[in-house]
């Protein structure tokens, strides 16, 4: 089930009324049931895939806690969910048939591994409960693409009695509402602008690959973070907290500091369960720079199987790399002394290796870079297009400011009655405007979230 559809937006209603309704002891199994019809509006059979990981992890860790044993059933839990992840995803890949990736597949997969070896780690009790540990793995706000959540988080909210109370409802329902600006009136408009560059990149213009380039981290930036305060919010709203997916990440002034802002939950795994353990930074500078390199290929390897995902990864993981060595040890030191200069190339860069990203072979890629600086006036942009752009990220911009600053904002206008309700009438007015005509000028509606192919 689309969030940015009529289903849901009958099915989280009527599923949170309940849940409120029903005695705490019931909550948790009928989650577990919603959460199921959730994804079973996808392709149903593909339950069962969920199910056999679940299944699998439930009874893993059980044994795990009681047996000496304990590195062999890990490497087995790992194993499973690894080869049931690549079995699906680069089943095209080795056979050269298609295959239907089951929704949200990799989410599923860490997250499950992350709470067996939290268990293996001894932080983490086993979850005797099958439902509560099938929820934590089902739970539908975050099911299908993430946030990643480790168990010290969620699994202990499951036992926690929540009460209906408006101020949470409030800020949960004002995340969604965000959330939902972002993805269906920014992200899915700014789409019109990406689209037919990377769908016809032989026919495209210089100006409209490098239009296309830089309004792609945008259309990305809000279509998953989009998703995100969706999914925080829905949970925000039963009285669970998810954890924060992206902090600012376009404010960030160097490529360390942006991945650390960026998909945190996915960065953090990868941080914890494989940076970590293989000696991070405490090793040589080879060694690390092997560590830094691995850590981005198999996140690469973990978005696709095509070789654009993986080069893409790799010229992240290489200025990732120069920085942190830069920082450990003045090598190639190129400070940038200016914060706003930082930021702009930082977001220049990250937008060139998202050619790659977005790019459907590496062909293709190479064909857009080639072309960046070709010139010649923009073929599928035009004066509207770039002006409601431009407009929409300006809005993105005010609203992530007053996010940042809303207790200062609301302490400056407090006592101010006829200054404050004016701005929020200009504020609601602007936006009304902003989405009608976002919406109305849309070439395609109800479109999917981009990382649901992930």
């Not at 979850?127 to 299908?144: D, K, S």
């Not at 953090?268 to 090793?283: A, E, Q």
Request: hydrophobic fraction near 50%; glycine fraction near 6%; charge should be positive.
């Amino acid at each position: 089930m689309l969030f940015n559809s009529w289903a849901f937006l009958a099915f989280f209603p009527v599923v949170t009324t309940l849940y409120f309704l029903l005695p705490h002891r019931f909550r948790n199994a009928f989650l577990l049931a919603a959460s199921c019809f959730f994804y079973m509006k996808y392709i149903p059979e593909y339950i069962f895939i969920l199910l056999f990981l679940i299944v699998l992890d439930y009874s893993l860790a059980l044994l795990i806690e009681s047996s000496p044993r304990k590195k062999h059933w890990l490497i087995f839990s790992i194993g499973a969910n690894v080869l049931t992840l690549i079995g699906f995803k680069y089943f095209n890949f080795f056979t050269g048939y298609s295959i239907l990736l089951p929704i949200g597949l990799s989410f599923h997969t860490l997250q499950s591994m992350s709470y067996v070896i939290e268990v293996t780690r001894g932080r983490q009790k086993a979850e005797r409960n099958f439902i509560t540990y099938a929820l934590y793995v089902m739970f539908y706000p975050q099911l299908v693409a993430g946030p990643i959540e480790r168990p010290q988080n969620l699994l202990k909210q499951f036992y926690d009695v929540h009460h209906f109370e408006v101020k949470r409802v409030a800020s949960g329902l004002l995340l969604m509402l965000v959330g939902f600006y972002k993805k269906i009136v920014i992200a899915d408009y700014i789409a019109q602008l990406v689209n037919p560059v990377f769908s016809s990149p032989a026919q495209s213009s210089g100006t409209d690959c490098i239009i296309a380039a830089l309004a792609f981290a945008i259309q990305l930036y809000c279509d998953f973070s989009g998703y995100s305060d969706i999914a925080r919010g829905c949970a925000r709203v039963m009285g669970f907290e998810l954890s924060l997916n992206f902090d600012h990440p376009f404010n960030s002034t160097n490529l360390a500091e942006f991945w650390r802002r960026w998909h945190m939950s996915l960065t953090g795994w990868f941080r914890d369960y494989v940076y970590i353990p293989l000696g991070g930074s405490r090793k040589s500078a080879l060694r690390t720079f092997f560590n830094i390199m691995l850590v981005f290929i198999l996140s690469g390897l973990w978005h696709g199987t095509g070789l654009t995902f993986t080069v893409w990864a790799a010229l992240n993981g290489l200025i990732v790399a120069y920085l942190h060595f830069q920082s450990r040890f003045g090598w190639f030191n190129l400070k940038i002394k200016s914060k706003w200069f930082g930021v702009v190339l930082t977001y220049v860069y990250f937008s060139f290796t998202l050619i790659f990203f977005r790019s459907t072979s590496l062909e293709d890629s190479l064909i857009v870079v080639s072309r960046l600086f070709s010139g010649g006036a923009p073929t599928f942009a035009n004066s509207f297009n770039m002006i409601m752009a431009a407009g929409l990220i300006l809005s993105l911009e005010i609203i992530q400011f007053v996010q940042r600053n809303y207790t200062s904002i609301q302490q400056k206008l407090s006592g101010r009655t006829w200054q404050r309700w004016t701005l929020y009438y200009v504020a609601t007015v602007l936006l009304f405007v902003l989405t009608y005509l976002s919406v109305t000028h849309q070439n395609e509606m109800d479109q999917p979230f981009i990382y649901f192919q992930f």
